[in-house]
């Protein structure tokens, strides 16, 4: 199994912009260009990636219509993650075992999660 070292070693071997913000918990910015914030937790035996996306739509008809979105975007366009709702918040998130994880599987979870972020932004906001 990584070590809680290990695994920032693998942060910064991606020259990722993350900051820590509590015990085994960082927060990764993409970029600046308006994409979320990713957050991560080292919690053995799993690190686990969150991203908040934006808030759940109000109505019944919006969010029957972005679940079902989202359901759709799960079972075709999503390699490593899911999306879920998380108090009202649509979130996008994966974990990862720590027994086998190398930096290539970590790589390969943070590109696509911070993909989908970008590639899916406009698919999300107008349902």
Known sequence: MISRDDFESFMI????NYEEIGENLWIIDPDLTGRSSVVVS???PLIVLRSAVEPA???D???LKLYSRLLEMNASELVHGS???EDGEIVLGDALELENLDFSE???SF???SLALTAHKDNLTTG
């Open 61 to 63: 008809a919006e969010r």
């Open 111 to 113: 590109e696509s999660i």
């Open 83 to 85: 999306y879920g709702l």
């Open 42 to 44: 080292y919690s053995p």
């Open 106 to 108: 970590f790589q390969a």
């Open 57 to 59: 739509p109000e109505t």
């Open 13 to 16: 071997r991606m020259e990722l």
